[in-house]
């Protein structure tokens, strides 16, 4: 299959809006799973999970935790001014750089009201951080093709931004939730895992795993692994182009370290992904090793993946994930690296070969996404047997819905 010309009105379905989730479940773990293999389908809840998984294989999460994304300001007239914080500028290498900054930052954002935003015009809101008052300012820098650039500073100039945003920001939930942030979902649109700031979106398959979960899988000897996959606003973008060649995917930042790396290279073939954002780390480090044994003196900038460079390797498509992990590690040495910092644009589509995961949980997603493409690349047609069943059996849908473990055909 031509990965580039699938036409995503192919891939649709009728998704009731009784069907959505609009708040999570009073327990995590108790979120209904359907669990796919070999074209039948059960039915359990996300608390008996591991009773589905094999013993002694890998299950890798994602770790970022949820940003403060959303800022009001409220100009000096009294209309309001919502800046949507995105990732890092320009100037720092990677998310956690950026989070880091004391006292002023440069920020990618969106902006709603961005025409009431006058030239020269410097928003100011005072925040209570850590019992401390802060006096956060925003001043419009520049526009760029899809996004503004918005710079920030702060007094006293010692905090650094994550926690400025702690302060000053508001949990960003989807769209398609149609209702404003709670306080309870400052706990809940987060992992219990969750470690490192830096997404916008929740790694939504991992919201239903709870300690008891992984003490069940830990009885089984199934063994976590974690990596970072900082989750941007474009999972959210909708493909308005016919087919998939005129879709730009986001390009997202990925943090894994070479512990991570070794242990996958050591469950070839027994590795699974809780959520798309796990899965899409996972298959780039291949692509990643694949282009060290191609170049072995590759930077770490030309390692970083475009959108469709992993469906012009064909002569490296026979290559094992280990071979590819091995490859990536010695690389790493070689740099004296102990964490894989790049950036990752991977899509991953009907047509593509998975190599490192076998298998992979996941909520259910919208018609007509990039995710759902995961999914039918997964599990080809029987997307649609999977999403059937769901609709007709009463699962939850997106983000604070329920699930699915699906394996790999």
């Known amino acids: ?7 995503i009105n192919d891939y649709t379905y009728t998704l009731p809006d009784e069907k959505i989730a609009r708040y999570p479940l009073p327990e995590r773990d108790a979120s209904k799973l359907l669990v796919y293999k070999k074209g039948s389908i059960a039915e359990d809840t996300y608390r008996n999970i591991h009773s589905y998984l094999p013993a002694d294989s890998l299950l890798v999460f994602n770790n970022t935790r949820v940003i403060e994304a959303r800022l009001l300001f409220q100009k000096p007239s009294g209309g309001v001014i919502e800046i949507f914080c995105l990732e890092p500028g320009d100037d720092y290498p990677d ?7 004391q006292g002023s930052v440069k920020w990618k954002c969106l902006i709603g009201g961005a025409s009431k935003w006058k030239t020269g015009l410097v928003l100011q809101k005072n925040i209570v ?8 300012e925003a001043r419009y820098t520049e526009k760029q093709t899809d996004c503004f650039v918005i710079s920030f500073q702060w007094k006293p100039i010692h905090v650094p931004f994550a926690e400025v945003l702690h302060g000053a ?25 969750a470690e490192y700031d830096g997404s916008v979106a929740a790694p939504t398959a ?11 899988l830990r009885q089984k000897n199934i063994h976590p692994a974690f990596v970072t996959l900082h989750v941007g606003a474009g999972t959210f973008r909708p493909v308005k182009s016919s087919t998939m060649q005129g879709h730009e995917m986001h390009a997202e930042y990925i943090d894994v370290s070479r512990e991570t790396i070794a242990q996958l290279r050591n469950y070839e073939n027994n590795t699974y992904a809780v959520g798309t954002t796990s899965a899409r780390t996972l298959e780039s480090l291949y692509w ?12 770490e900038t030309q390692l970083q993946l475009s959108q469709w460079e992993v469906y012009d390797y064909p002569g490296q498509q026979q290559l094992t994930a280990k071979q590819a992990l091995e490859s990536l590690l010695a690389w790493m040495d070689r740099k004296k690296l102990q964490q894989l910092i790049s950036k990752t644009q991977i899509l991953i589509a009907p047509g593509y070969q998975f190599k490192i995961i076998s298998g992979l949980v996941t909520n259910f997603h919208q018609p007509q996404s990039t995710l759902l493409l995961l999914v039918a690349a997964l599990t080809g047609n029987n997307w649609r047997k999977i999403y059937n069943h769901a609709l007709d059996n009463d699962f939850r849908f997106l983000s604070y819905g329920d699930g699915c473990l699906i394996f790999s055909d």
């Open 1 to 7: 299959m031509d990965t580039r010309s699938i036409s």
């Open 95 to 101: 998310v956690t750089t950026g989070m880091l900054q």
């Open 206 to 216: 991992g919201l239903h795993f709870t300690p008891a979960i992984f003490e069940k």
């Open 129 to 136: 951080c850590n019992n401390q008052t802060i006096l956060l």
């Open 169 to 193: 920001g508001v949990i960003p939930l989807p769209p398609y939730i149609k209702r404003h942030a709670d306080a309870g979902d400052k706990e809940r649109y987060q992992t219990v895992y």
């Open 288 to 299: 990643m090793g694949i282009k060290t044994i191609l170049d072995p003196a590759i930077s």
